[in-house]
């Protein structure tokens, strides 16, 4: 199986079982009110992103129509997309300041598991100077990432991830806001410690 199918799964799997479903729900209406949007909207726009996971056969078919609704609608002069990036330059500078002590004397290559969009990943190579690439499940880089990308592969016993380099082949890794999204977070761990030095 796809790790598109795999992610579809999962999102199925969260709007089908009552007890992850209202928690999700909440999670999103509250992130969209957060980002500016009144708390009517925000219910109502969590409901039409959960239709859409629902009534959607693929993962690009769910993404499509979130695209959409997302480009679509607006608080003030920005829409949801430059609202959720303009919250993400924030997180990106609380996530670097945490990080940032412990990479300061890496002169090794550096991997950063489960990059995401890599926004973190290009301020550090950025302002730190590092010498990084990131991976993850699929290429999600936001299109001024620069950094290598080094796709994260399904192990052969399907128990986690793998990066394809050799074991000891980095000096450091990365490892942000990520572990919950394995199934098997150990597998996360035994990784980088084969890969990290």
Known sequence: MDHTQIIKNRLDKVVS????????LEDYAFT????????????????????????????KETEDKIREVFAT?????????????????????VVFSQIK??????KGKVYDYGMGAG?????LKDEL????????VRDFRAPECTVPFVMLNRNVNN????????DKYYEAAVLTNVIHHEEVNESILKELDRIVA
Do not use: C, W
């Open 17 to 24: 079982n009552p007890d992850t479903r209202d928690v999700v």
């Open 32 to 59: 969209y009110h957060s980002l500016g949007l009144p708390e009517q909207e925000s219910k109502d726009l969590a409901r039409k992103v959960f239709s859409f996971i629902e009534g959607s056969k693929t993962l």
């Open 73 to 93: 609608t607006y608080v003030g002069d920005n829409n949801i997309f430059d609202l959720i990036k303009l919250g993400m330059a924030d997180r990106v500078n």
């Open 101 to 106: 002590p412990f990479l300061l004397n890496i």
């Open 119 to 123: 926004q973190v990943t290009q301020k």
């Open 129 to 136: 100077g590092l010498d990084i690439e990131g991976g993850d």
């Open 159 to 166: 128990s986690g991830r793998i990066v394809d380099v050799a």
